[in-house]
Nanobody, 119 residues
Framework: QVQLVESGGGLVQPGGSLRLSCEAT????????IGWFRQVPGKEREGISL????????YYADSVKGRFTIFRDKAKNMVYLEMKDLKPEDTAVYHC????????????WGQGTQVTVSP
């Protein structure tokens, strides 16, 4: 069974940086992609970044392109999201997720980690 555990969230000022981590256990290459989505209470979840489990290609939503970077450490079963130039609108709960390419579907996701961007 796949388990995804996120960490690294917190409070940061606008323009600041954070690195989120996701530990994936029971993970197999049966899932096309692993990455992150975020959700604000009362709003739909937003898929923001993925990395392919087969060839390492990456996907970014327009809202984070150029500011966020996703990468993996296969040996440690870890996926990271490096976030720079954070904006108040980036405030959300960030979830690690496995699923289809470009968020065609969601398979498993973790409990999430809160990111708050505020002066």
């Amino acid at each position: 069974q796949v388990q995804l555990v996120e960490s690294g969230g917190g409070l940061v000022q606008p323009g600041g940086s954070l690195r989120l981590s996701c530990e994936a256990t029971g993970f197999t290459l049966d899932y096309p992609a692993i990455g992150w989505f975020r959700q604000v209470p009362g709003k739909e979840r937003e898929g923001i970044s993925l990395i392919s489990t087969s060839d390492g290609r990456t996907y970014y939503a327009d809202s984070v392109k150029g500011r966020f970077t996703i990468f993996r450490d296969k040996a440690k079963n870890m996926v990271y999201l490096e976030m720079k130039d954070l904006k108040p609108e980036d405030t959300a709960v960030y979830h690690c997720v496995t699923g289809g390419w470009e968020f065609a579907w969601y398979d498993y996701w973790g409990q999430g980690t809160q990111v708050t961007v505020s002066p």
